[in-house]
């Protein structure tokens, strides 16, 4: 009887740690997930092929840009951010293709590819390295986005085992005002 | 051979026998369950919003023109049925997974697999929705040269579900296509042209 019960004790044990080693493994998409490398606006974050510095992020409800030799004009019902970037190859010559901003509940939204064809874009823009490149990242977001927000920056679009900088903004975006308009090419040039 | 020993085997066979039994009955019971639940298409709300699976969408209205959205006139006779509606992404993501929203059931089109989007707010392709924020979205279908203009359409709304693990990579994603239910309506007459050649 005795041995009956300390047999049947040890299975239970043996299926609780089972149990237990199966719900608490990550699955594969989070074990060959991104490789994050954390930072803040303003200053420089280094990734694997490449380094990413955010400086201003200015709110507008409408763009304005010229492409292919005509003004186009972009409203939203939300908020266009547009963020002054310089991004920078370190080891050899490469792109980004992964830009998203990531508000504080985990949703993510992807460069807008309604302003596709401005000038000031680093998204898919051929990066050297030693030629530091300045240009615009431009996300099209619900105002409620603002807070608390940071950007993820890769070289392909959905980094499996490689580096993506992630960038904290900072916290008072929500209270900053919203320009009526902002033209990409000038505010690209300002600075 | 002793009484246990027939009493054994017949135990046996009553046991078989009941298991047996009890699968070919469930089995039955879950294929009826099935059909049952396949043949209830309901009939969707035009004017309202729909949830499907990634996607809340409501339907406007439909109407035929020889124009794309985007201002292209369309070539050799053709024409296209365009319905107006609005989406928002419901999901976590920026997602391009449109195209397979709503399917066109009748009339018969030549571009069955895929219709075109369009944004209205931009009259360009649409290439991608936010989550959240809703947008005016024109679906487009080219209807054949020779066919005669349609009085109404029947759209069937798609969704997808979503699985927090999927079977291969145990990550979220959208899956398993299925019909949320169908729409019937008129068709408007567009830019007087609908009935040119039919």
């Known amino acids: ?4 019960l300390t047999n049947a004790a040890s299975l239970a044990l043996g299926v609780i740690v089972l149990a237990g080693l199966r719900w608490t493994t990550p699955g594969y998409a989070v074990l060959t997930g991104p490789l994050p490398s954390d930072g803040r606006a303003g200053t420089t974050v280094a990734a694997r092929g490449f380094t990413v510095r955010i400086g201003d992020v200015e709110l507008a409800k409408s763009l304005r840009y010229r492409a292919f030799g005509r003004t186009v004009e972009r409203t939203s019902d939300g908020v266009f951010a547009v963020a002054h970037a310089t991004v920078e190859a370190t080891a050899q010559s490469t792109s980004l293709g992964g830009i998203a901003w990531e508000d504080a509940g985990g949703i993510v ?15 898919g823009k051929r990066l050297q390295p030693g030629l530091p490149q300045q240009g615009l990242f431009v996300f099209e977001l619900p105002r409620g986005a603002l807070k608390s927000a940071r950007l993820l ?22 209270g900053r005002a919203v320009s009526e308009g902002l033209d990409l090419d000038e505010s690209a040039r300002a600075r | 051979m002793s009484v246990t020993g027939l009493w054994r085997r017949l135990a046996l066979r009553v046991t078989i026998g009941v298991g047996g039994a009890a699968a070919v009955l469930l089995s039955l019971g879950q294929h009826l369950f099935d059909r049952h639940e396949k043949s209830e298409v309901v009939t969707l709300p035009v004017g309202a919003p729909v949830e499907a699976g990634e996607w809340l969408v409501t339907l406007h209205g439909a109407s035929i023109r020889t124009t794309t959205p985007d201002g292209r006139q369309l070539r050799n006779g053709q024409r296209a049925i365009i319905v107006a509606t609005e989406m928002t992404n419901r999901t976590g993501s920026t997602s391009t997974d449109f195209y397979s929203l709503l399917r066109l059931d009748a009339p018969p089109s030549t571009s069955p697999l895929r219709p075109t989007l369009y944004l209205a707010r931009d009259k360009e392709l649409l290439t991608q929705l936010q989550p ?45 296509e299925h019909v949320v239910g169908t729409v019937n309506f008129p068709i408007e007459r567009g830019d007087g042209n609908g009935t040119a050649g039919g």
């Open chain 1, 109 to 123: 939204f992807a460069h807008s590819r309604r302003v596709d064809g401005a000038g000031a874009l680093l998204l």
């Open chain 1, 1 to 4: 009887m005795r041995r009956l």
């Open chain 2, 132 to 176: 959240g924020l809703a947008e005016s979205v024109d679906v487009a279908w080219i209807l054949p040269a020779d066919q005669p203009p349609p009085a109404s359409l029947t759209l069937s709304v798609m969704a997808k579900t979503f699985k927090p693990r999927d079977n291969l990579y145990a990550a979220p994603g959208w899956f398993n």
């Open chain 1, 153 to 174: 920056v890769s070289e392909s679009a959905e980094p499996r085992l490689d580096s993506q900088a992630r960038i904290r903004l900072p916290d008072d975006l929500q």
